[in-house]
């Protein structure tokens, strides 16, 4: 452990995780909260019903300061590219670099440039205009999103060029945008912002019932919530079970090492899978486990004899960490299923009736369940890019640049102490979050808040 303590190398990977695990909490929500707006507007143009308007008045103002927070936490990740990471940005830069440009002209500057209108421009433009603003704050929410995912993604699978002479030469720049990772890896992390999103609303709307605050108010966003839940969850299973045949195939030693897989099966056997194991890198082994037979053949080429390839096929320095995605990997599916079952008690709840105005607030349990749920909606995501990115080591760009190539000529104290500044400087920041978000939550929706003219009034 004490050898950890002093390797550069390590406290970078460290000082990146930490950082990168507290910002990617911010824009989960950002661009999920964003789409959610999206609707709540939409709703208000069509039905005219004002306490629609009232929705999209307190959710905008929560959003606010999540966009602020993710946007102050997000500047240190791509200088740190070049302060820890030089030589790899030295070798792709020219289109990494490129790509993390889009991210913030193309992306975060059409997100802020709307901003302004979405949440102050109600009594400066009409309401087609200010929700056209209000699209443009979704749509630039999600463009960040697909081009930090283009630049994850490319280091996960590289292709549209080669290096030569210690440079990434670009041969097929649509190639190298589009990489093979890059369609399901987008796809399962824009469902999990709006898991997240979904969960937390939940929560939050959830937490005032119980409370018996604006009751009328909040069970219309729980339950706007719940029905695109009962949609979403489901989904994001099926993409991420897609999701892991694809990465079993473009890179099977990441799946070796998160299923904690051995020995290749023999052909017309099946690959059993590791429900529990205890792994045991040194002596290419487990200590104990619980399989299922046959599970992790289907899981992977779903045939109950698949071929999956084991980590003794694999050289050890090329073999990821294990332990770590082993685990991650179980927290985030076991999160993803006790999302489906919060789901169904939902579904079951709505039936019989125990969320209607005069019932909802004895619903303690289920209420109880959505917030523990938006809790683990985070550790979901938080476990998803564990598995994503320590799966992917010893490469920072699978099988083109190794981790510790691509890592500056750092002493171990100079990493201490930027991490140690960064540690102290988001604790600082997060508890400015929460002291906001609460003092918003408890401040509550303004039941008399009218729209201005123009944004004309249906009923109440």
């Known amino acids: ?5 002093t390797d550069p190398v390590f406290l970078s990977r460290v000082q990146f995780a930490l950082t990168t695990a507290f910002h990617i909490t911010f824009p989960t929500l950002t661009i999920g909260l964003a789409v959610f707006l999206v609707v709540l507007e939409w709703l208000w143009l069509r039905t005219g019903e004002v306490l629609y308007y009232r929705q999209f008045r307190f959710w905008s103002r929560l959003f606010a300061v999540n966009f602020a927070v993710g946007v102050v936490s997000g500047i240190p990740l791509e200088f740190q590219f070049g302060t820890n990471w030089g030589p790899f940005s030295a070798t792709v830069g020219n289109f990494f670099g490129q790509i993390l440009g889009f991210e913030g002209t193309m992306a975060f500057m059409l997100e802020s440039a709307f901003l302004y209108l979405m949440l102050f421009g109600w009594k400066r433009v009409g309401p087609k205009m200010h929700f056209f603003s209000t699209l443009m704050v979704a749509f630039g929410s999600s463009l960040s999103a697909f081009w930090i995912l283009v630049a994850n993604s490319w280091m996960q699978t590289p292709s549209g060029g080669h290096i030569e002479g210690g440079i990434f030469v670009v041969d097929n720049y649509l190639a190298a945008v589009f990489s093979p990772d890059l369609p399901l890896a987008f796809s399962h992390m824009y469902l999990a912002c709006l898991e997240v999103t979904l969960f937390v609303v939940g929560a939050v709307s959830g937490a005032n ?11 219309k966003s729980f339950k706007i919530a719940a029905l695109a839940a009962i949609v979403v969850a489901p989904l994001q299973a099926f993409v991420g079970d897609s999701n892991g045949q694809e ?3 473009l890179q099977p030693a990441k799946v070796a090492a998160i299923e904690a897989h051995w020995d290749t099966n023999k052909p017309g056997t099946g690959a059993p899978w590791n429900m529990l194991a ?4 040194r002596n290419e082994r487990n200590f104990f486990k619980i399989q299922i037979p046959y599970a992790l053949s289907l899981l992977i080429t779903h045939s109950p004899t698949g071929t999956v390839p084991g980590l003794k096929d694999f050289p050890r320095e090329d073999r990821p960490p294990i332990v770590l995605p082993f685990y991650a990997f179980r927290l985030m599916v076991g999160v993803g299923f006790a999302m489906m079952a919060v789901m169904a008690w939902t579904v079951w709840a709505w039936r019989q009736g125990r969320l209607s105005p005069e019932r909802a607030t004895g619903e303690r349990y289920l209420y109880y369940a959505w917030g523990l749920m938006a809790g683990g909606a985070y550790l979901a995501v938080l476990m998803g890019w564990v598995t994503r990115e320590v799966g992917r080591q010893p490469w920072l760009a699978y099988g083109l640049i190794r981790t510790g190539e691509g890592h500056s000529d750092l002493a171990a104290g100079a990493v201490w102490l930027s991490l140690t500044g960064f540690v102290a ?3 600082v920041l997060f508890t400015l979050f929460l002291f906001f978000m609460a003092k918003l939550v408890r401040k509550g929706p303004d039941l008399a808040e009218l729209p201005p003219p123009g944004h004309g009034v249906v009923g109440e």
């Open 1 to 5: 452990m004490t050898e950890f303590l």
């Open 209 to 219: 019932i119980l409370l018996g605050r604006n009751v009328p108010f909040f069970l």
């Open 247 to 249: 990465i079993g195939r």
């Open 278 to 281: 205890w792994p045991d890198p």
């Open 425 to 427: 400087a988001y604790a």
